[in-house]
């Protein structure tokens, strides 16, 4: 993904901005979803990048959202994750963030980032 922009010539803090949060959600899905896909979509002043799963689902959307909030096992925090950092860190890198997720159907998370906010396609 990072190639691919930067080959389109996105800046460079855009494209390090969505790949914390493909990185993280794509870490989400290892660690706490199922079967998972990441897509990423562009138009003229926005790439959309969305990490979906169909695994058991977040309980608490906005409890998932604080930071330092985690379910991850003993193993995954023995291998250094599982600091609850991973949805504010996207929260925080991404322009806009929708977190969607069903009980048992999985999650979608959509993050948006505005091409011409100051670091836009070069
Ligand atoms: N794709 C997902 N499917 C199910 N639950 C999820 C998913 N993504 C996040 N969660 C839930 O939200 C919590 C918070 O996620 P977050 O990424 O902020 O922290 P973490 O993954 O536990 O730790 P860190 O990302 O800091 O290593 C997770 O512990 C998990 O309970
Ligand atoms: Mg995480």
Same mark, same amino acid.
């Given at each position: 993904?990072?190639?691919?922009?930067?080959?389109?010539?996105?800046?460079?803090?855009?494209?390090?901005?969505?790949?914390?949060?493909?990185?993280?959600?794509?870490?989400?899905?290892?660690?706490?979803? !199922?079967? %998972?896909?990441?897509?990423?979509?562009? *138009?003229? +002043?926005?790439? &959309?990048? /969305?990490?979906?799963?169909?695994?058991?689902?977040?309980?608490?959307?906005?409890?998932?959202?604080?930071?330092?909030?985690?379910?991850?096992?003993?193993?995954?925090?023995?291998?250094?994750?599982?600091? !609850?950092? %991973?949805?504010?860190?996207?929260?925080? *890198?991404? +322009?806009?963030? &929708?977190? /969607?997720?069903?009980?048992?159907?999985?999650?979608?998370?959509?993050?948006?980032?505005?091409?011409?906010?100051?670091?836009?396609?070069?």
């Amino acid at each position: 993904m990072q190639t691919l922009l930067k080959t389109l010539d996105f800046n460079p803090q855009l494209v390090r901005r969505a790949a914390i949060c493909g990185y993280e959600g794509e870490m989400n899905v290892v660690m706490h979803g !199922g079967d %998972g896909s990441l897509s990423f979509a562009i *138009n003229n +002043d926005e790439l &959309i990048l /969305e990490i979906s799963d169909d695994g058991p689902g977040i309980v608490d959307i906005e409890k998932a959202m604080q930071a330092g909030f985690s379910t991850a096992s003993d193993e995954h925090r023995e291998m250094g994750f599982g600091a !609850g950092m %991973g949805l504010p860190n996207m929260k925080k *890198n991404a +322009d806009d963030i &929708i977190v /969607e997720s069903e009980k048992s159907q999985g999650t979608r998370v959509r993050m948006v980032f505005f091409i011409d906010k100051g670091d836009g396609a070069g």
